[in-house]
């Protein structure tokens, strides 16, 4: 089936730095990517459409500054947190959608980002 | 009235046992509609992609739509303790093409207990 793959799985950084987060789509082209952000024990909230070769559309509330979203290929869309703060902390999800497949939407493993 | 709704439960049922998954919604022009499961401190896994109401069966999964009632379900038949996890419902307008966004449930975290 297909599959997505984020990297890296898990990170630390140390507060004020910038932590970048990949997300592939290993057997398909996905021209679009979602981002969403997990808290424990909630549901996935959407924080930007990844278009690609096109600027991220930033669901409402989401700081575009903070979180730069770029889709370079039709396979790889990666996510920066800069300045990152501990409040930044989550899980991080991102998902592709394959145009091969009725658009149906596959997820990565997700990433964890612990700040300190 | 939130667009889609899912009770979190948390549901515990014993191994064997068939277990109903339920999500409402509100937003008639919802067309799309998937079940994920997801384990703890994972990614969600697609199960189940529908896009009718009726049924549609995949080994001991059965996600059932009725767009009349604006009412999907999930059941499991024969459960496992494999299969505890959080399950979450999603949905989506198919607007825009592959731009198209899924509104999540809240998700239903359920335990099979050997």
């Known amino acids: 089936g297909a599959v997505v793959s984020q990297h890296p799985s898990r990170v630390i950084c140390k507060s004020g730095t910038s932590v970048k987060i990949e997300c592939r789509s290993l057997?398909?082209?996905?021209?679009?990517m979602f981002w969403y952000r997990q808290f424990p024990k909630k549901s996935l909230m959407l924080m930007a459409t990844?278009?690609?070769?096109?600027?991220?559309?930033?669901e409402q509330g989401v700081e575009k500054d903070k979180f730069l979203i770029n889709h370079a290929s039709l396979t790889l869309s990666t996510l920066t947190v800069t300045s990152a703060h501990p409040e930044d902390s989550s899980f991080y999800i991102c998902?592709?959608?394959?145009?091969?497949?009725?658009?149906?939407?596959?997820f990565g493993e997700g990433s964890w980002l612990t700040v300190v | 009235q939130k667009e889609v709704e899912q009770d979190p439960g948390p549901l515990s049922v014993p191994e064997g046992a068939i277990v109903s998954l339920n999500c409402t919604y509100s937003?008639?022009?919802?067309?799309?509609f998937m079940w994920y499961r997801q384990y703890s401190r994972k990614g969600p896994e697609l199960l189940m992609y529908?896009?009718?109401?009726g049924n549609k069966e995949d080994g001991r999964f059965t996600a059932q739509v009725d767009k009349s009632s604006k009412y999907i379900s999930l059941f499991i038949r024969d459960s496992q303790p494999s299969d505890s996890a959080t399950y979450l419902c999603?949905?989506?307008?198919?607007?825009?093409?592959?731009?198209?966004?899924?509104?999540f449930g809240k998700g239903t975290l359920l335990t099979v207990n050997p």
């Open positions: 057997d398909f082209q996905a021209t679009t």
């Open positions: 937003n008639s022009a919802f067309q799309y």
């Open positions: 990844s278009n690609e070769g096109s600027k991220a559309t930033y």
């Open positions: 529908t896009y009718s109401s």
């Open positions: 999603a949905i989506a307008d198919g607007s825009g093409g592959s731009n198209y966004k899924l509104t």
């Open positions: 998902s592709a959608s394959n145009t091969g497949a009725g658009n149906t939407i596959y």
